[in-house]
């Protein structure tokens, strides 16, 4: 396997976490229990905005939802007040058009394009020299999230997203 198809796999994963969220539209701010939470918008935003980061440092362009980081970045809190936050239907589109220049990006550099420094770096993080390391990085951390987000499914009524069948169980 070559490395870029690992940082494919984990993206392809990490969007399916993404896509369990969809169905919690009705219903985005539902937290995992009564002490609060990560609820389904604030996962959704936070990786949006981790996402426009990773274009900043790959492209050294401005993240395209910079606007959204009081919201979702780092150090800030979900809130339950819906009309604090954008629509979670637009939030998601926006997620889903940054993952797509992500992937156009990778087919673009390739292989060996996974080695090419990124253009910016955050101040203070290690791990986010290269291209390669950047775009694993965010794909790990979305895995973490949309983890946490299949908490806040649950709290709302919802079925889990993956469900054994009895063969696989037996296996």
């Known amino acids: 396997m070559k490395a870029i198809d690992a940082i ?3 993206l392809s994963f990490g969007d399916g976490g993404m896509r369990a969220l969809q169905d919690m539209k009705g219903d985005p701010l539902v ?3 009564p002490w609060g939470g990560n609820h389904a918008m604030w ?8 996402e426009g980061r990773l274009h900043k440092m ?5 993240n395209p939802v910079e606007h959204w980081k009081p919201l979702f970045d780092w150090g800030s809190e979900p809130r339950t007040d819906k009309a604090a936050y954008p629509p979670f239907e637009e939030v998601l589109g926006t997620y889903r058009r940054l993952r797509e220049g992500t992937l156009a990006f990778l087919d673009e550099v390739g ?3 996974l080695d090419r420094p990124t253009k910016l770096q955050p101040p203070g993080l290690s791990g986010f020299e290269t291209v390669g390391s950047a775009v694993m990085i965010i794909a790990c951390h979305q895995c973490f999230h949309t983890g946490e987000a299949t908490v806040a499914r649950r709290a709302g009524g919802k079925q889990p997203v993956f469900v054994p069948s ?3 169980r037996a296996f």
């Open 8 to 10: 494919r796999m984990a």
């Open 31 to 33: 937290q995992p229990g």
């Open 43 to 50: 996962v959704a935003g936070h990786l949006t905005v981790a």
């Open 58 to 62: 790959l492209l050294g362009t401005p």
């Open 111 to 113: 292989e060996d394009g």
């Open 166 to 168: 009895k063969e696989l």
